[in-house]
């Protein structure tokens, strides 16, 4: 298995420009999730969804749009990029039980110029 | 916000020793978790400790956990140069039932010195 494949792996847009961060996974999990790493931060939950068809949103969310229209991927876009957006973002994944641990992509670093 | 606290933000020891880092939180969890982050790679998962339980143990890991205290600590025991890394907590907050938002704190730079 590959378990979370994150691409591209670094990316580099001005300012308006937008794109979108794809994800996908091979264990059939029914949660995936997207987070933000920044220094100083921690990693900051920007969407998840528990299942094809179901979104929600995190702790910062805004500027960032998701969909799940299948059981393995869930890209992320973001429509109008600004230089905050300008970081690291992990994919996640799990199966639905919440006692189950996270599986994580290793990363897109995105700088927003 | 951030639910969980690392301290300390930084450790650095010596190969052989003891690392311990700790982990505070706000509010009521169903669960508990412990990642590690190895420079520019995604986290991997270490332990999970569910809220009914006080303590877990993985090879050289030993998690703790004292809800009265909102609490919980990573030893990790007998160090090697593999373990430089950085550590996060994670709890869960549980907003509806079968959903989880997974919060993280800030980590715990290890470093250990041959």
């Known amino acids: 298995n590959a378990g979370v494949t994150q691409t591209p792996k670094f990316q580099v847009l001005k300012t308006g420009q937008s794109m979108t961060l794809q994800c996908a996974q091979d264990m059939n999990h029914e949660y995936m999730s997207w987070y933000r790493q920044d220094p100083g931060m921690g990693l900051r939950l920007i969407h998840y969804?528990?299942?094809?068809?179901?979104?929600d949103q995190g702790e910062v969310p805004n500027g960032y749009n998701v969909s799940r229209s299948t059981t393995e991927d869930f890209p992320l876009r973001l429509l109008l990029a600004a230089p905050s957006q300008t970081s690291v973002y992990f994919c996640?994944?799990?199966?639905?039980?919440?006692?189950?641990?996270?599986?994580f992509g290793n990363g897109t670093r995105l700088t927003v110029t | 916000s951030q639910q969980g606290e690392e301290d300390p933000q930084a450790l650095s020891i010596q190969e052989g020793e003891n690392a311990t880092m700790n982990c505070s939180y706000k509010?009521?969890?169903?669960?508990l978790q412990w990642y590690r982050q190895n420079s520019g790679r995604g986290l991997v998962h270490l332990i999970l400790?569910?809220?009914?339980?006080r303590e877990k143990h993985s090879g050289r890991l030993r998690v703790t956990l004292d809800t009265s205290k909102k609490s919980s600590s990573l030893l990790i025991t007998a160090s090697r140069a593999a373990d430089t890394a950085s550590y996060f907590c994670?709890?869960?907050?549980?907003?509806?039932?079968?959903?989880?938002?997974?919060?993280f704190g800030q980590g715990t730079r290890l470093t250990i010195n041959p």
């Open positions: 509010t009521s969890i169903n669960n």
């Open positions: 400790i569910r809220s009914n339980e």
């Open positions: 996640a994944s799990r199966r639905g039980h919440y006692n189950s641990p996270l599986h």
């Open positions: 969804s528990v299942g094809a068809g179901i979104t």
């Open positions: 994670a709890t869960d907050k549980s907003v509806i039932q079968g959903a989880q938002k997974l919060v």
